[in-house]
């Protein structure tokens, strides 16, 4: 099946400090990947949708110089939070978008915790 | 706008109990209808999918089957096991190229041996 990784899975770091995170698809290509958040007990909030070659797509209210996404090839997408707060402390997770199914495949997710 | 609701949780049910979990849906157009499944402490996982109407996804004893009539697409199982506690997302997407999934609040289940 269709398999998706994030690297790192937790990540501890200190306020100011900024942190990539890593998205693979790993047996199929994806042109379009996904960056969403989630916030204990509630559900996914699509942040940005990435598109291999040109720029993200960022939702209303996500600041796009806080959140840098980068899609330089068709298995990686990448996201950096700079100037990490503790307030950005959440769970991210990535999807890769595989078209001949209309499916998106969710990655394991990256738990992010800002001191 | 497009949005999918869930019923409520949790929901505790004993062992080998039926299980039903409502979802509805709003959409312009024709979305194709998903259901994810997220353990505690991990990533989302692809439960099972429909991509028109009265298509019937199914896997690992879970199905849901795709009514246009009454835009829902209700999650069952006829018998539930204690592995199956997890937290159900109901979603959609609409069918063009590059949409992302619009996901219902979650509906968290607990089973209990």
């Known amino acids: 099946g269709a398999v998706v990784s994030q690297h790192p899975s937790w990540v501890i770091c200190k306020s100011g400090t900024s942190v990539k995170i890593e998205c693979r698809s790993l047996?199929?290509?994806?042109?379009?990947m996904f960056w969403y958040r989630q916030f204990p007990k509630q559900s996914l909030m699509l942040m940005a949708t990435s598109n291999e070659g040109s720029k993200a797509t960022y939702e209303q209210g996500v600041e796009k110089d806080k959140f840098l996404i980068n899609h330089a090839s068709l298995t990686l997408s990448t996201l950096t939070v700079t100037s990490a707060h503790p307030e950005d402390s959440s769970f991210y997770i990535c999807?890769?978008?595989?078209?001949?199914?209309?499916?998106?495949?969710f990655g394991p997710g990256t738990r992010l915790l800002v001191l | 706008g497009d949005s999918v609701t869930q019923m409520e949780g949790p929901v505790t049910l004993s062992e080998e109990a039926f299980l039903t979990i409502n979802c509805t849906y709003t959409a312009t157009g024709y979305p194709s209808l998903f259901w994810y499944v997220q353990y505690p402490g991990e990533g989302l996982q692809l439960l099972l999918k429909?991509?028109?109407?009265?298509d019937k996804g199914s896997n690992k004893g879970f199905e849901a089957t795709y009514r246009k009539e009454t835009t829902s697409f209700h999650l069952e199982k006829g018998s539930v096991q204690v592995s199956d506690s997890a937290v159900y997302f109901c979603?959609?997407?609409?069918?063009?190229?590059?949409?992302?999934?619009?996901f219902g609040k979650g509906t968290t289940l607990s089973v209990s041996s």
């Open positions: 429909a991509t028109k109407a009265d």
């Open positions: 047996d199929f290509q994806a042109t379009t």
């Open positions: 979603a959609l997407t609409l069918n063009q190229a590059g949409t992302a999934l619009i």
């Open positions: 999807s890769a978008l595989l078209s001949a199914q209309e499916t998106q495949y």
